[in-house]
Every structure is written in structure tokens, then in C-alpha cells.
């Protein structure tokens, strides 16, 4: 399953990573991407940054707050910037929930008492949970099933299963299993992020405006019981980023005429 998708997308990979992320130099790429994914992540769950308020913030720190962004959309951001650099800093600690815990608790570190007093930061809830329209199971329930999911990943990756797809696989469940009070849109997108950058693999970034596809395939899940469509969805996202820096770049590489 998914041999054409895996086909193609390590075709691409292998032209970006020449082409695109190669060139750049890995400190560079690694803070271009994390700009762009932490600004799209966080846009999601509904921060108003744009990639040019979370590149100042990131330059700049919480000294220089973009005009019209509210204190706890900066220090929201602030937050996701830590729990990525501890993600693509600890890329060899084992898959399991320390991990897991500890990323949460950076992401919701300084935001979590504004939205949920009395919820701890990396630690899972003690309520049932709703978002949007979506109602999830009972979460003493959904909670057990984690070190499972955490463990059959870690073996799914050592057996050398494609990163894309334990990637997917491994989201999708997690979002499913909702066990943290806030932040599991989040820490899943870092996590996933987590699998493929220890593989080698470009981070996968779902934009803004691909949005509404990327919860449409994660409801898929539990309507209709299977992850392919997020599967596929991971393969596409990823693919046409690719294309899209490359041929961003063939293009501002062409010389320009000024008279």
C-alpha cells in the first residue's frame, strides 16, 4: 500500500535535498523551517501570526511584539519555538512518553493556566474532551492506549518502516487518543516531525489553508475507521512543498532585466 505515493515522494526528496535543503546549510534550513512550520502549526489552532510576525519574534524575542498580536498568541508561539528546539535537539531519545510528555509541557508551558486553570502542563487530562465538533471518548479510556501507540511506533521505525507513513499512522492515532488537556494538535505535528527528521526526511508543514483537508482526513479516522486518507494526505502535503521551494527557487534564480 501507498507504493506509488512512497515512489514518488522519494523521488522529490531526493531533487529537494540536492536542490533545496543541501545548498542551505543545515543551521539555515533548520531555522527556516522552523519559522514556517511553527507559524502554520500554531495558525491552525487559531494564532493570527503570520510567518513574518513569528520570523520577528524569533529574531527578536518577546521585546518586540508584532503590531496587533495579543500577549498570549506571542507567548504561545515563544513556547512552540522551545518545545521545537527540544524536539529536533533530543532526535535520539527513545519514542516513548518522556518524550512525549515533555513536549507537551513546553508547548502549554505559560499558556495552559489562561485556558484550563488548574490543568498541568505535559501531563494528561482528567476530563473528556471536545473540539469543535468532535467529541472524544472517555478519556480514562483513550489515556491507557498511549504507551502502546508510543511503543509499536518506536519498533515501526527500528524495523525501518517508511517514515512518512509511521509518521501519518502515528499522528493520526494520537489526535484520535486526544490525552492531553491542550496543545495535541501541536505536540502531534512536532512529534510526526520528530519521525521524520530522525529519519533524514524534510519536516512536513500543513499550511493554514490546507486546513480544513487536514481535519477532514483526521475525522476520517474515526468515521470511517482507517488512516489512509491521512496517509495520503501526508504524502501530498509533503510532495507539493517540495516542488513548490524548488520551483520558488528556479524561479528567483533567473536573472532579472532592469532596462
Known amino acids: 500500500m501507498f507504493e506509488k505515493e512512497i515512489e514518488e515522494y522519494e ?58 498580536r495579543s500577549l498570549l498568541e506571542c507567548t ?36 495552559l493556566a489562561y485556558r484550563a486553570p488548574g490543568a498541568v502542563a505535559g501531563e494528561y487530562t482528567t476530563e473528556d474532551m471536545a473540539a469543535g465538533d468532535t467529541v472524544f471518548g472517555d478519556h480514562e479510556t483513550l489515556i491507557v492506549r498511549v504507551p502502546r501507540l508510543m511503543t509499536s511506533t518506536q519498533r515501526a521505525m527500528a524495523e525501518g518502516q517508511h517514515p512518512m507513513v509511521v509518521a501519518a499512522k502515528w499522528h493520526g492515532y494520537f489526535e484520535y487518543l486526544h490525552p492531553f488537556h491542550d496543545g495535541n494538535g501541536r505536540t502531534g505535528r512536532l512529534l510526526s516531525n520528530f519521525i521524520l527528521l530522525r529519519a533524514g526526511h524534510p519536516l512536513l508543514i500543513v499550511k493554514l489553508e490546507d486546513r480544513a483537508a487536514y ?3 483526521l475525522k476520517q479516522i474515526r468515521t470511517e475507521g482507517t488512516d ?5 494526505f501526508f504524502f501530498k502535503t509533503a510532495i507539493e512543498r517540495m516542488k513548490s521551494e524548488m520551483a520558488q527557487k528556479r524561479k528567483n534564480s533567473l536573472p532579472l532585466i532592469f532596462f
Open 76 to 111: 504561545e508561539m515563544a513556547d512552540h519555538f522551545r518545545a521545537f528546539d527540544y524536539m529536533a535537539g533530543h532526535l535520539d531519545q527513545f519514542f516513548d512518553e518522556a518524550l512525549l510528555k515533555e513536549v507537551n509541557r513546553l508547548v502549554t508551558e505559560h499558556t
Open 215 to 217: 481535519i477532514s482526513a
Open 11 to 68: 523521488r522529490v526528496r531526493k531533487d529537494y535535498q540536492q536542490k533545496v535543503a543541501d545548498r542551505m546549510g543545515r543551521k539555515q534550513w533548520m531555522e527556516y523551517n522552523e519559522i514556517l512550520f511553527s507559524a502554520h502549526s500554531c495558525a491552525i489552532e487559531g494564532n493570527s501570526f503570520t510567518v513574518d510576525d513569528t520570523r520577528i519574534l524569533r529574531e527578536q524575542g518577546m521585546a518586540m511584539i508584532p503590531v496587533g
Open 228 to 232: 489512509e486518507h491521512l496517509v495520503a
